[in-house]
């Protein structure tokens, strides 16, 4: 017998518990008032199956997430089956918006219920964790039909603490894309200090990514909504601006994020996330499943990225920041980074800079092939004053240039990483719940 939850609207919970009864398959733990009694029950471990329906109050992505990780700890987390009224095509909408898969009408017979409870079931194994690794946030994705079926690339853009240039590096490699023809997507996802909107001269009061992490959370952002959100400011370049002020970081929730992201696949050819710098995992906040993490949205990004750049500065400090930051990314679940030195010049690190520093990297790193771009402070200040890229500002500017070769070798070429490897990574890199 499989033990299911339910917490369905009290219009139909009679009779979804009176079909359950009748299956000799299912068998009913607790009907729950609430979401908290349903979370509480699901982290007892009383089933492994949780019947819910739309009108649950409170019911978004991060429940979902919780759910999906609660109980892990006496041996699995809850799969969910939705719930919607007969023929209440919004609710079922809803649902699938909030990523469920399985979904039933509330007068679903006995024999859908049972298929329902073990299509989720056999979903929730297929994608489970290899052995040792751990569940990560916004593990309780799982795209609906037609969702991520034409993927797009995502390529997240990171760096150690220091200001290496990280946004730089974003915005010019976003508008190279752009400028190439490729349709290209710029997201900020800096929670410490995101800077695309002041570099674009771009409102940062406008909707960007914290509505889109807002309607994903309650299950209302799709393809044409995430589009509204991520005007275009220059052709085939469209930008999702981040956070205004700092202090607003908990509005970024793993798993939002990682709906806003898969999404983006299909807005945009290229997806280019600019992250923060920190790699900690907030490791005591992790016990708590319903506390925010500052550094969420920098570890999902990476753990779905197909490509990620890892930008450090051409300087003895900013070298031996990125070998380090080097090392702390390569125990994360994400792809082999590229590695880009950014400002590169003589008065820092000597005469033939790009020989010592590739020198440097191979060997304190292994890198044997970085991307050097050349210090151009001077193209760099007037594409920062007028709000243009440098790519509009100062097309013969040797670090737009060397940033031109860099996106050219990022253009869609090749199948994307595979969803269960993108599940994989991001399970891994959770930590304890």
């Given at each position: 017998?499989r033990a299911?939850l339910?917490a369905?609207?009290?219009?139909y919970e009679?009779?979804?518990?009176?079909?359950?009864?009748?299956?000799?398959?299912l068998?009913?733990a607790?009907?729950?008032?609430?979401?908290?009694?349903?979370?509480?029950?699901?982290?007892?471990?009383?089933?492994?199956?949780?019947?819910?329906?739309?009108?649950?109050?409170e019911?978004d992505r991060?429940?979902?997430?919780?759910l999906a990780?609660?109980?892990?700890?006496?041996?699995?987390?809850?799969?969910?089956?939705?719930?919607?009224?007969?023929a209440?095509?919004?609710?079922?909408?809803?649902?699938?918006?909030?990523?469920?898969?399985?979904?039933?009408a509330a007068?679903?017979?006995?024999?859908?219920?049972?298929?329902?409870?073990?299509?989720?079931?056999?979903t929730?194994?297929?994608?489970?964790?290899?052995?040792?690794?751990d569940?990560v946030p916004?593990?309780?994705?799982?795209?609906p039909?037609?969702?991520?079926?034409?993927e797009?690339?995502?390529?997240?853009?990171w760096?150690p603490?220091g200001?290496?240039?990280?946004?730089?590096?974003a915005?010019?490699?976003?508008?190279e894309?752009?400028?190439s023809?490729?349709?290209?997507?710029?997201?900020?996802?800096?929670?410490?200090?995101?800077?695309?909107?002041q570099?674009?001269?771009?409102?940062?009061?406008?909707?960007?990514?914290a509505?889109a992490?807002?309607a994903?959370?309650?299950g209302?952002l799709?393809?044409?909504?995430?589009a509204?959100?991520?005007?275009?400011v220059?052709?085939g370049?469209?930008?999702?601006?981040?956070l205004?002020?700092?202090?607003?970081?908990?509005?970024?929730?793993?798993?939002?994020?990682e709906?806003?992201?898969?999404l983006?696949r299909?807005v945009?050819?290229?997806?280019?996330v600019d992250?923060?710098?920190?790699?900690?995992?907030?490791?005591?906040l992790?016990?708590?499943?319903?506390?925010?993490r500052r550094?969420?949205?920098?570890?999902?990004?990476?753990?779905?990225?197909?490509t990620?750049?890892?930008?450090?500065?051409?300087?003895?400090?900013?070298?031996?920041?990125?070998?380090?930051?080097?090392?702390a990314l390569?125990?994360?679940?994400?792809?082999?980074?590229?590695?880009?030195?950014?400002?590169?010049?003589?008065?820092?690190?000597?005469?033939h800079p790009?020989r010592?520093?590739r020198?440097?990297?191979?060997?304190?790193?292994?890198?044997?092939?970085?991307?050097?771009?050349?210090?151009?402070?001077?193209?760099?200040?007037?594409?920062?004053?007028?709000?243009?890229?440098?790519?509009?500002?100062?097309?013969?500017?040797?670090?737009?240039?060397?940033?031109?070769?860099?996106?050219?070798?990022?253009?869609?070429?090749g199948d994307?990483?595979?969803r269960r490897?993108?599940?994989?990574?991001?399970?891994?890199?959770?930590?304890?719940v």
């Open positions: 017998m299911v339910t369905v609207s009290d219009r009679a009779g979804l518990v009176t079909a359950i009864e009748r299956s000799r398959e068998v009913v607790r009907r729950c008032a609430d979401l908290a009694d349903l979370l509480a029950a699901a982290s007892a471990g009383l089933a492994r199956v949780a019947l819910v329906s739309g009108e649950l109050r019911l991060s429940a979902l997430d919780h990780r609660a109980g892990v700890a006496v041996g699995a987390g809850v799969a969910v089956v939705g719930v919607h009224g007969p209440d095509e919004v609710s079922e909408t809803r649902l699938r918006q909030l990523g469920l898969d399985v979904v039933v007068d679903a017979d006995t024999e859908a219920l049972e298929g329902a409870c073990v299509a989720v079931l056999q929730a194994a297929a994608d489970a964790p290899v052995a040792d690794a569940w916004g593990s309780a994705e799982a795209e039909d037609g969702v991520g079926r034409a797009g690339r995502v390529v997240a853009v760096g603490t200001a290496p240039g990280r946004t730089t590096v915005v010019t490699v976003a508008a894309l752009a400028a023809g490729t349709p290209t997507l710029l997201v900020d996802a800096d929670t410490y200090g995101g800077c695309v909107a570099t674009l001269s771009l409102l940062d009061e406008a909707p960007g990514l509505a992490v807002r994903a959370e309650h209302t799709d393809v044409a909504a995430l509204r959100l991520a005007p275009e220059t052709p370049l469209r930008v999702l601006t981040g205004p002020t700092a202090e607003r970081w908990p509005e970024i929730g793993a798993a939002a994020l709906r806003v992201l898969t983006a299909q945009t050819a290229v997806t280019v992250c923060g710098f920190s790699l900690e995992d907030d490791e005591e992790s016990y708590d499943t319903l506390a925010p550094n969420a949205p920098t570890l999902t990004a990476l753990s779905l990225a197909d990620v750049l890892a930008v450090g500065a051409g300087e003895p400090i900013g070298l031996q920041r990125l070998v380090r930051g080097l090392r390569g125990a994360l679940p994400c792809p082999d980074p590229v590695v880009v030195v950014n400002r590169v010049r003589a008065e820092a690190v000597g005469w790009e010592r520093i020198d440097a990297l191979q060997r304190f790193a292994g890198v044997r092939s970085p991307y050097l771009v050349p210090d151009d402070r001077s193209a760099l200040d007037a594409a920062l004053l007028s709000g243009r890229t440098l790519t509009e500002e100062a097309p013969g500017s040797p670090a737009r240039l060397a940033l031109a070769e860099l996106a050219g070798s990022l253009a869609p070429a994307p990483v595979s490897e993108r599940r994989a990574r991001r399970r891994w890199v959770a930590g304890p």
